[in-house]
């Protein structure tokens, strides 16, 4: 059986997308859906997609598939998946879950309700680097994580201004919507920890409406009347019930020495560990000394693919999705708060 999927959105992420599903023994991209017709005409030609839509609801009413994969701005996030539920499809939605904490928990709902597998893509977590340091945490080998940084900082690196990621309406917020929900889940993931308890946030909006930090990311049409209106540096606390903390920061433009800063470094009772490049921290077998390992040879549980490959997988019943809705909901409410802590200029704690 090969499992027919729906693209909805044709823009910069979609061929990853669709690479990745016809990479899938098992699954092919069957129709896409968008708006804009070079785009949808270039990505059905390249990869051979039989069926094109220029609405969505024309793609979710195609009896013949079985899923979509989501990848428009993220205003459409929950009305889209919200409908793709309702149409019986199982939805594979790109990153963020939804502009806020109250639309994703609408979408979650819908899905409880019905059998179909919700998976939003956090790629990050199935990068090999990803992969093996989770499984030597899973081993137990970093003792308790009690304090974790997390960051991703672009020295000027904001997607192009004048498209949807700039403007809140559209995008629900800037860097640390777009680019920190991909550290943040990555932190909580590797941490497996899922029970903050209060957040003290800040964001700053230093650059973009200045017109300073433009990058090259997005493939939507510019629209003069979409003004840059979001954050571009933010940076967070967050503390968790077992007095752990994460330290959170992202941008998308920062006075800094490299072009692109990311890593998540984590400090246990045994060991530490960084990400970018994979190393662990440990004291060695002779007093006094410390080692500096570079692990090798760790089995990886997923192809590198592979948010697609482990949503198909779970479709067909052969794993379980390595990222969860409730997780996915952790990670929305911790934005939100962040937003919130910031506007309010005090910490938000949660019950
Ligand atoms: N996981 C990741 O690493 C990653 C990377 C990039 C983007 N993303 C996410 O993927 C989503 C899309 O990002 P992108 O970079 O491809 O953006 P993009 O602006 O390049 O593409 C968005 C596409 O959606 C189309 N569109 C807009 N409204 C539509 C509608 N009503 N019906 C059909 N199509 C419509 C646009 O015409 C455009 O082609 C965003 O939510 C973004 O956050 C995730």
New binding site residues.
């Given amino acids: 059986m090969t499992l027919k999927v729906g693209m909805?959105?044709?823009?910069?992420?979609?061929d990853d997308h669709c690479n990745a599903i016809n990479r899938y023994d098992g699954a092919a991209v069957a129709a896409v859906?968008?708006?804009?017709p070079q785009?949808r005409d270039a990505l059905q030609k390249k990869h051979s997609i039989p069926k094109a839509f220029e609405?969505?609801r024309n793609l979710l009413a195609d009896q013949d598939l079985d899923a979509v994969a989501i990848?428009?701005?993220?205003a459409?996030?929950a009305p889209v998946s919200l409908a793709a539920i309702r149409a019986g499809k199982h939805v594979l939605l790109?990153?963020?879950f939804a502009l806020n904490y109250a639309q994703a928990r609408r979408v979650a709902d819908a899905a409880k309700h019905g059998k179909k597998v919700l998976m939003i893509?956090m790629?990050q977590r199935y990068r090999p680097d990803a992969q093996a340091l989770k499984a030597i945490i899973d081993r137990g080998e970093l003792g308790e994580i009690y304090h974790a940084q997390a960051y991703w900082c672009r020295r000027a690196g904001s997607p192009k201004f004048g498209?949807?990621?700039v403007n809140r309406k559209l995008s629900g917020g800037g860097c640390l919507l777009?680019i920190g929900v991909?550290y943040l889940d990555l932190a909580l993931h590797l941490m497996d920890n899922w029970q903050p308890v209060s957040v003290s946030g800040q964001v700053y909006g230093k650059f973009g409406h200045r017109g300073i930090g433009e990058g090259k990311?997005?493939?939507?049409d510019r629209d003069a009347g979409l003004k840059f209106n979001v954050e571009d540096f933010a940076t967070a606390l967050i503390k968790f019930r077992n007095h752990a903390t994460l330290e959170l920061r992202v941008s998308w433009v920062l006075h800094q020495e490299e072009a692109n800063r990311n890593d998540v470094e984590l400090h246990g009772t045994a060991a530490g560990a960084s990400l970018a490049p994979l190393k662990l921290f440990r004291p060695a077998q002779r007093a006094g000394e410390y080692e500096v390992a570079l692990p090798q040879d760790v089995k990886l549980p997923h192809r590198y693919e592979n948010r697609q490959a482990n949503w198909l997988d779970a479709i067909l019943g052969k794993d379980k999705p390595l990222c969860t809705v409730e997780q996915s909901l952790t990670v929305q409410r911790l934005i939100d708060a962040i937003y919130a802590s910031s506007a309010r200029g005090r910490e938000v704690r949660f019950r």
């Fill in positions: 909805i959105g044709a823009g910069a992420i979609a859906a968008e708006i804009n785009r609405q969505w990848a428009l701005p993220n459409l996030h790109d990153k963020p893509g790629n498209t949807w990621f777009d991909h990311w997005g493939k939507s």
